[in-house]
């Protein structure tokens, strides 16, 4: 059974669906994600085209089923993440937060707290918040979606909440320094990431203003959630990839600007 919702919603993605059709998957903050049938996009002057394009995000009307498709028949009030839609590097990371939002829970599971986080995190990064921080914060915080409750806060020996923590598989969190000797498969983590991290499982958005990392910090900060996810979560996503790779990138653009002014051209008379 089916019946016309009006729902809120963040364009997840879309595809091509035959020759003149398109799925778009919406995150609605009442229903959940939501795959809907779009006929006729491709069609020159449809309205529904502008409001469904990626990083867009509004109000979406259409009859939502339970099972198999929906259909979306109009949009209102809708926006757009502009600056995260014209910068190839934030468009990699808000695709890699949208694509982790799409694995994390089933479809048409209600989740108005994930919607909220989701839209917001995306508002901060398109007003200019630093894209690798945001990214490590939901990352953290998106882990019990996932099933995986640590304790990240008070050793998980002792209770120790001061000093310097590493990451512990064994103990499901993590130990302080007076504890490392428990578990020498410990992830030996710089405690600089640790306490970072820590922070990030409980920080609020309105805290992320004030947060400045060095290069190698954020480096390690990396390299500890990778670990993470690879471990307990098991997911391998085309976007991380992209993110993995731009590092390369940044460095060539760097160096490629570097020559121009180096050696400036010369007018020819």
């Not at 009442?30 to 085209?49: D, I, S």
């Not at 007003?127 to 998980?156: A, S, V, Y």
């Amino acid at each position: 059974m089916s019946e016309v919702n009006e729902v809120n919603g963040l364009i997840l993605f879309s595809k091509k669906h035959r020759d003149k059709d398109k799925l778009v998957k919406i995150f609605t903050e009442q229903q959940g994600k939501v795959m809907f049938f779009m006929r006729n996009a491709m069609k020159k002057n449809n309205p529904l085209t502008a409001a469904t394009q990626p990083f867009s995000y509004g109000t979406y009307i259409g009859k939502i089923n339970q099972d198999g498709l929906s259909f979306l028949n109009a949009a209102k009030n809708v926006e757009s993440f502009r600056n995260i839609q014209q910068d190839i590097f934030l468009t990699a990371y808000a695709t890699y937060i949208l694509n982790l939002v799409d694995v994390a829970i089933d479809d048409q599971t209600y989740d108005p707290a994930l919607y909220g986080f989701t839209r917001d995190i995306l508002k901060l990064m398109d007003e200019g918040k630093d894209p690798e921080i945001l990214t490590n914060i939901f990352e953290i915080q998106l882990l019990n979606r996932f099933g995986l409750e640590f304790e990240w806060i008070h050793c998980r020996i002792c209770g120790e909440v001061h000093g310097k923590f590493d990451f512990s598989s064994a103990y499901l969190g993590v130990i302080c320094e007076k504890d490392f000797y428990r578990d020498e498969r410990r992830y030996h983590a710089s405690p600089k990431a640790m306490h970072f991290i820590r922070m990030f499982s409980s920080i609020s958005l309105e805290q992320i203003h004030s947060i400045s990392l060095s290069a190698e910090v954020k480096q390690e900060i990396r390299r500890t959630i990778d670990m993470i996810y690879e471990e307990y979560v098991g997911i391998f996503l085309k976007s991380k990839k992209f993110i993995d790779d731009m590092s390369n990138w940044q460095n060539i653009l760097l160096d490629k600007q570097t020559e121009k002014s180096d050696n400036p051209s010369k007018d020819i008379d």
